[in-house]
């Protein structure tokens, strides 16, 4: 079985800090997924991870992953209340489309 | 582009009743999911159509759940009967345009409280 993990679950920082969540996943995939999910909103696509080495970057946020490691990082730079949300990541199962999502990270980012 | 569309967006229901949820994809999207979202938990996948066929469903409680998409667009999900453990919010999904790395595209959600 598939399993997602991420670290930490709940994340208070201050505006301007740097942070990095993580995500470690127990089987081989050469892709990974952010989302990002609002209060009482549904999932918006932040990246799509798609080999190892991978690099993306958008704004204040940047996702990398390490394939052989099995693990996916998602930097913060100089946090901005915005940012505030629940961070996911998701791993396909094996060669499908179904995506094994993480617990989320949920982000508080203070004043 | 048009989003995916959900309805209702909350329904409350007793145990023992039964409910319907309606997805409507973006236009295109052949492939379709249903997705579990407990309080406090990422989603779980329940089922997954490609056009109207289903790819994967193993995750589906077969007893209770069922859902189908005629047509290979609309989909509905039902849950008969409805048990306490079943208030969650039920997302529904797409993907297609751009092949098997496409992210899904989510719609807003059904929240359903079982009472």
């Known amino acids: 079985e598939l399993k997602v993990e991420q670290n930490p679950l709940f994340l208070s920082m201050q505006e301007g800090k740097n942070y990095t969540i993580y995500c470690n996943y127990s089987t081989t995939s050469d892709r990974l997924y952010w989302y990002r999910q609002d209060p009482g909103k549904s999932l918006e696509s932040l990246f799509v991870?798609?080999?190892?080495?991978a690099v993306k970057q958008e704004g204040r946020l940047m996702a990398s992953l390490d394939t052989k490691a099995r693990l996916s990082t998602l930097h913060i730079t100089a946090a901005v209340h915005d940012l505030s949300a629940t961070y996911f990541c998701a791993v396909p199962f094996v060669l499908g489309s179904r995506l094994t999502f993480g617990e989320g990270t949920q982000l508080t980012v203070n004043p | 582009e048009a989003g995916v569309a959900q309805s209702p967006r909350y329904k409350i229901i007793e145990k023992r009743q039964s409910v319907a949820f309606w997805c409507n994809p973006i236009?295109?999207?052949?492939?379709l999911y249903w997705y579990q979202q407990i309080l406090g938990q990422g989603p779980k996948l329940l089922i997954q159509f490609q056009n109207n066929g289903v790819v994967d469903d193993s995750q589906l409680p077969k007893d209770r759940f069922s859902a189908e998409r005629l047509k290979g667009v609309d989909s509905t999900l039902k849950i008969q009967p409805a048990k306490l453990e079943d208030s969650a919010v039920y997302l529904c999904a797409s993907s297609g345009l751009q092949g098997r790395n496409s992210p899904l595209h989510f719609g807003n959600g059904t929240r359903l409280t079982v009472t």
């Open positions: 236009s295109g999207h052949a492939t």
């Open positions: 991870l798609l080999s190892n080495g």
